[in-house]
């Protein structure tokens, strides 16, 4: 059994650069002197991914039969993922390996890696602009769709992936609730996309 943070890494990912025992995704920015951004997207592949429906993990292209995207609560009402599409076992990959996606962030802020993660500014899966800092509180799902529209989103002014509700095959949410928001943030339903409404619009 592998270590539950370190996650086997699947074929498709073999090419890819590991850090920390986890993959670096094709999408992650790098600094002048070559260093990898865990925090950071690389604002022309995330375009390029979206627009050329590029996996943004493995950077190949996309089945359109079946794309993965990883959306937060906020996220699901509008069915709009500021992020470029998976394939499904990068999606699954990510989910299980990226420390956000799977909501255990807190729980693993002690470990050497996630300390190292954290140090590195990791929110995996960030959006571009970094208007919206990591909410531990909320909730990530995987969305399967067989297909999507690039586009400006007017709240954003990036570019983001617009999913149709017809094509929409599944949606799953990620791992455990995350455990350091007991409380204050009831789960009134898992997927409700009407009921949840985006707790932080940052109006700076
Ligand atoms: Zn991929």
């Given amino acids: 059994m592998t270590?539950?943070?370190i996650p086997a890494v699947p074929v498709?990912?073999?090419?890819?650069?590991?850090?920390?025992?986890?993959?670096?995704?094709?999408?992650?920015?790098?600094?002048?002197?070559?260093?990898y951004r865990f925090g950071a997207v690389d604002h022309h592949r995330h375009v390029?991914?979206?627009?050329d429906r590029l996996c943004q993990t493995c950077g190949?292209?996309?089945d359109t039969a079946r794309i993965v995207f990883a959306m937060r609560d906020s996220d699901l009402p509008l069915l709009v993922s500021p992020e470029p599409g998976m394939h499904p076992v990068c999606a699954?990959?990510?989910?299980?390996?990226?420390?956000?996606?799977a909501g255990r962030m807190s729980h693993y802020r002690t470990t050497?890696?996630?300390a190292q993660l954290t140090e590195?500014?990791?929110?995996?899966?960030?959006?571009?602009?970094g208007t919206r800092p990591a909410a531990p509180a909320e909730r990530w799902h995987l969305l399967w769709a067989t297909g999507y529209r690039a586009f400006t989103n007017p709240l954003t002014g990036q570019r983001a992936a617009m999913v149709l509700p017809?094509?929409?095959l599944r949606i799953r949410p990620i791992g455990p609730p995350p455990p350091l928001c007991p409380a204050d943030h009831a789960p009134d339903s898992e997927t409700g996309p009407e009921s949840t409404p985006g707790p932080e619009r940052s109006s700076s």
């Fill in 3 to 5: 270590a539950p943070e």
């Fill in 12 to 35: 498709r990912l073999a090419r890819r650069p590991i850090v920390g025992g986890l993959v670096v995704p094709w999408i992650t920015a790098r600094t002048p002197e070559g260093r």
């Fill in 48 to 51: 390029r991914a979206l627009q």
């Fill in 60 to 62: 190949d292209e996309l």
């Fill in 92 to 101: 699954a990959y990510s989910a299980s390996g990226c420390p956000m996606l």
């Fill in 112 to 114: 050497p890696l996630a």
């Fill in 120 to 129: 590195a500014d990791a929110t995996f899966h960030g959006d571009p602009t």
């Fill in 166 to 168: 017809d094509q929409i």
